[in-house]
């Protein structure tokens, strides 16, 4: 279940940057690591259920790794394990791997501060429209 532990991360730095404003919504760069974005869409609506992230639209940019053939020179994604471990063209295992293994929470879009929305409700429910760019979620680079 290892999409659900990278949802409920999304999930949790969107919340915490958020800071009590409402999140329409979040894109998310996810290099490195084979991923069904219909997974990671449904998982990110679960984790998000009762915050202030639910409803919030989902914008996931894949990088995958790349991989290069040291004896013939090829080069290509890394679509699934095997292409990690040997060249798709030639066979060979002297392969170079590369690309960036990580995922980052690029941007969110919120609420602007001091318009409540629902009056009567959370404080955290607020509209408007302010985003909050490029802060790295976690991982390697």
């Known amino acids: 279940m290892h999409e659900m ?12 940057r958020a800071d009590g404003r409402r999140v ?6 996810v ?11 449904q998982g990110f609506r679960l984790a998000a259920a009762g915050t202030v992230v639910e409803g919030a639209e989902l914008d996931l940019v894949l990088e995958p790794l790349s991989v290069r053939c040291r004896g013939c020179g090829t080069e290509a994604p890394a679509s699934d394990a095997t292409a990690l471990t040997a060249c798709s063209r030639c066979g060979a295992v002297d392969i170079e791997v590369t690309g960036r293994d990580d995922v980052v929470l690029e941007s969110i879009t919120v609420d602007a ?13 607020q509209q408007g429209d302010q985003r909050e760019d ?7 680079s």
């Not at 532990?5 to 915490?16: F, P, R, S």
């Not at 329409?24 to 760069?29: L, Q, S």
């Open 5 to 16: 532990g990278l949802c409920e991360a999304i999930v949790q730095a969107a919340v915490k």
């Open 24 to 29: 329409h919504g979040a894109r998310v760069r």
């Open 31 to 41: 290099g490195g690591h084979p991923v069904d974005p219909e997974v990671i869409d």
């Open 113 to 125: 501060p001091g318009q409540d929305r629902y009056p009567d409700k959370d404080p955290e429910r």
């Open 134 to 140: 490029d802060r790295p979620l976690g991982g390697r």
